[in-house]
């Protein structure tokens, strides 16, 4: 029977489940908080499960297996949010460690602090509900989320032997519980018991207590979270087979871009000295940050294996960073062979930053103030834990950390860029396992956008090894040059997806071929892109001109209280039952009901609806003109007497939540950004350049990532093209279907030249992008195409964006061949400017892909624009 995680991937794949967001989850996140898209798919999953899977077990036990740093006590509050709505008030969080207790219930109840994960006013039906914490579930308010915050130590001792005022056996079994496992690998204690093992002691263990308090309630849940379980043993695959529900590795997290990428430094300096290393890195990294106008405080931690080391090291450091001289800096500059070290220096000697005001910035930017030891639980305060949470916070001055192992678990930090490891041992399997972990929660990374266009929370440089910005995209992990250490250590980051295996990453040079540089195509033709720009809302005079919005229709059902919607055209039948349908309008319900709603939402404040409808004259009017919610349809299901004589209270409930769905509506409608129709022309030369790329080859040989045209052993997609004339660059490194479509246009030269002049195929590989009209949304096409008519009056020059797609891309980038479509149909030139008198027209086709069907519809496509090469319907 296939496991519970095969099902629901094929479920997945099948389209059987709805990844459609909940507003009482995503409405009741803090609103820093974007969900990723595995984040949404777990979520979806879990809803799936709890109320869509006909096999759903009761008591239901789930395991989250997430990647360190995916977001695990977010997915959290997204299921306690979900479970609320679902009647469950009271939950119990448990893991191994205090300093992670303290740090959740940061997170949980901290409404003034940044990590904070709900929104400042959770509601659900429109009344506000808060979040409490709970020592048991007597005398609990029934409105609020209760939580009891214990260690699993704390839990197995309070259930075992009750004192006054605590949860009991008893007590629980008569609450409808949900039970949170953070770390959750630290409870099979029972399921790992050596074969020797007593009834007596099984029975008195970690897991049976958890189990007790599970299994004394059919209604209760069990969701367990952690990054860390081995499923290679045969014990914990059994256990979870009907219970594991999502698996997100840390392979998939750092290869869909959201990690920094680990860099192992070794050294023969005393450890001292590395710490001084990481320092000056780290200050070089605010530098860079500073001059792309980003704030950022990196952060560096330095581990020791023993707690009288760490102790020591922390003093010394002191001392030495105290004394420090000029003469110390030229010293590690004269002597390091690090890249990035010797960048740093270069980058202070061209900003003019001498050794001696380097000396005074770490002098103050790492004093004693801004240096904290955490070595154990005692030795350091609850403020300190709050520090520790928050240290990508403004105000938050602290730059160095020393500590033994108290932070490799639980702990959420962005802005670590320095690991540096005291210990000079070659270290047991045990110990490079640690610090496996501890690098990959170093490895989270840290979100910026230098523009608008460029995702936040993924790494951007991967394959542009020049930027100065990698610097913030890689975390650093400082060793003793010991080949047997950095070989266990670098097995063990490859083991857990964190780093790529060495064999898989190339670095390769892309380069203009010189014979290209001479030509006319290089020197005087044009490369035309369009703008961003924000959208003008000025032409937005009511619901209609948000795609339709006034012709939607809303639904309450006095049954659920649920929210729908429905396409006005749709008849839809009413469920045979004794259910009535009433239809009114939002206007109906009169100014007093609207009014008060309104003023419950936030959204709704005149000020802030003038920035989605700025032709909005006042309230009044949004409330009372057609062109707004007046005519809103609004379908009410329930007993007709219940219909027939609605409260006050009732109608505000309705009214309350249809404007909500509406606000999610008009922000989901809105655009911020549009793509200007106009291309202006870029002179070749200005935007093509030789490119250094860093690729990771991929896993399936299909793909073709990283190899080479020339040396490809592939007899299909091998072609000299460093000899072809027509081709920019002297190699292509992409994708099988990329490879594809440059040997069809190998095969289509001769009859291109025949009719064409100047024909040049560019591939481009972070060049340039052009940006979607509707929305501003990037996109980088992978091939242009040029060419230049031959013997008419008026020369008509093409440019043709091309992008090869693998068949699992086709639907999911379907948007960028739509685009494409649009670039040909409504591009223009400015025909004011004048490009030498010739004529242009600019040509988006279908994605090609070497498929029998996707490639026919490419080539009738390509084969049909360019036989109206006539001199006809250019642009000017």
């Known amino acids: ?133 709970a020592n048991n579930f007597e005398g609990t ?159 560096v931690l330095v581990k020791s294996k023993y707690i009288k080391d760490s102790e020591q090291f922390e003093k010394d450091f002191y001392n030495l960073l105290e004394n420090l001289q000029a003469a110390d800096i030229a010293g590690i500059e004269k002597n390091t062979s690090t890249t990035l070290l010797k960048t740093a220096f270069k980058y202070f000697k061209d900003n003019n930053i001498t050794n001696s005001i380097l000396v005074r910035e770490l002098k103050e930017d790492f004093r004693r103030e801004k240096c904290i030891g955490v070595n154990s639980e005692s030795s350091y305060s609850h403020e300190d834990q709050i520090k520790l949470n928050s240290l990508e916070d403004y105000d938050n001055e602290l730059r160095l950390i020393f500590t033994v192992k108290m932070l490799c678990e639980g702990w959420d930090v962005l802005n670590l860029f320095d690991i540096v490891r005291i210990d000079e041992s070659v270290g047991t399997k045990g110990t490079t396992i640690q610090e496996a972990q501890l690098i990959g929660r170093g490895a989270r990374y840290f979100p910026f956008q230098l523009e608008d266009s460029q995702e936040k929370y993924k790494r951007k440089f991967d394959e542009d090894l020049e930027n100065e910005m990698r610097c913030l995209e890689e975390l650093y992990y400082h060793s003793v040059n010991n080949s047997n250490y950095i070989k266990s250590l670098k097995s063990e980051l490859v083991k857990s997806g964190i780093l790529e295996e060495l064999n898989k990453q190339v670095v390769l040079n892309l380069n203009v071929k010189p014979e290209i540089k001479e030509t006319k195509f290089w020197n005087e033709d044009y490369i035309f892109i369009n703008k961003r720009i924000e959208y003008d809302r000025a032409g937005i005079e009511g619901f209609r001109d948000l795609g339709e919005l006034d ?37 109906d319900f009169g100014a007093i009901i609207n009014r008060k709603a309104l003023d419950r939402i936030p959204f709704f404040k005149f000020d802030h609806l003038k920035l989605y409808f700025p032709n909005l004259n006042s309230i009044d009017e949004f409330l009372t003109s057609a062109d707004y919610s007046k005519d809103i349809r609004v379908d009410l299901n329930g007993p007709a007497e219940k219909l027939s004589s609605l409260s006050a209270k009732d109608q505000l409930s309705v009214v309350l939540k249809v404007f909500s769905v509406i606000q999610n509506d008009i922000l989901k409608r809105s655009r911020r950004y549009e793509g200007t129709k106009e291309f202006a022309g870029n002179p070749v030369y200005s935007i093509v350049e030789d490119k250094v790329l860093q ?67 560019l591939r481009n590989k972070g060049l340039f992008k052009i940006f979607r009209f509707s929305n ?76 029998d069907e996707q490639f026919l519809q490419f080539e009738e496509s390509f084969i049909k624009e360019i036989s109206l090469g006539n001199g006809e319907g250019g642009m000017d």
């Open 1 to 133: 029977m296939a496991s519970l995680l095969d099902r629901f991937n094929i479920y997945d794949e099948d389209g059987l489940i709805s990844y459609e967001k909940k507003d009482f989850v995503a409405g009741n996140l803090n609103s820093h908080i974007e969900l990723r898209p595995y984040q949404e798919k777990a979520i979806s999953r879990f809803e799936y499960y709890f109320n869509g899977f006909s096999q759903k077990k009761k008591p239901t036990h789930l395991l989250f297996h997430m990647a360190t740093g995916s977001g695990k006590t977010i997915l959290m509050a997204s299921n306690i949010l979900y479970l609320y709505e679902q009647g469950y008030r009271n939950f119990i969080f448990f893991v191994n460690s205090t300093n992670i207790i303290e740090k959740t219930k940061a997170n949980f109840l901290g409404k003034d602090l940044t990590k904070y994960l709900f929104s400042q006013k959770l509601m659900f039906n429109h009344q506000e509900v808060q979040v409490a914490e």
């Open 141 to 299: 308010n029934p409105d609020d989320i209760n939580i009891l915050f214990t260690t699993i130590q704390g839990l197995h001792t309070r259930l075992r032997k009750p004192t006054e005022n605590t949860i009991t056996f008893e007590e629980l079994a008569y609450t409808k519980l949900v039970l949170l496992s953070d770390e959750a690998h630290h409870i099979n204690t029972m399921t790992l018991a050596n074969p020797g093992t007593t009834e007596e002691e099984l029975e008195s263990s970690w897991e049976r207590t958890v189990q007790r308090v599970f299994e004394s309630n059919p209604e209760n849940v069990l969701l367990e979270y952690t990054a860390t379980i081995n499923f290679k043993d045969e014990r914990i695959k059994a256990k979870y087979e009907d219970k594991l529900l999502v698996r997100y590795s840390l392979k998939e997290f750092r290869s869909d871009r959201y990690s920094k990428e680990i860099k192992v430094l070794q050294s023969d300096v005393e450890p001292l000295n590395r710490i001084l290393h990481a320092i000056i890195l780290s200050q070089y990294r605010r530098k860079v940050a500073v001059n792309n106008k980003m704030h950022l405080k990196p952060v």
């Open 695 to 761: 690729i990771v080859v991929s896993d399936s040989g299909i793909q073709q990532y990283g190899v080479s045209m020339k040396t490809n052993s592939d007899a299909n997609l091998k072609l000299d093209i460093d000899q072809k004339d027509w081709y920019v660059y002297d190699d292509n490194f992409g994708t099988d279907q990329e490879k594809y479509f440059v040997k069809y246009i190998n095969n289509m030269i001769d009859d291109l030249k025949k009719k064409y002049d100047d024909v040049y195929l």
């Open 551 to 587: 012709k939607k229709i809303y639904s309450f059902d006095f049954g659920s209280g649920v929210v729908g919607e429905t396409a006005i055209f749709n008849d839809e039948e009413l469920p045979p039952n004794e259910k009535k349908l009433k239809v009114r309008k939002l206007g």
């Open 776 to 851: 501003g949304q990037a996109l980088e096409p992978d091939f242009v195409l040029f060419m230049r008519e031959k013997e008419t009056k008026e020369k008509l020059n093409y440019q043709i964006f091309v992008e090869p797609k693998g068949g699992d891309r086709l639907l999911e980038d379907k948007w960028k061949e739509e685009f494409l479509e649009d670039v040909k149909e409504d591009s223009n030139i400015n025909p004011s400017t004048l490009y030498d008198c010739e004529k242009f027209k600019l040509i988006g086709l279908p994605f090609f892909n070497h498929s």
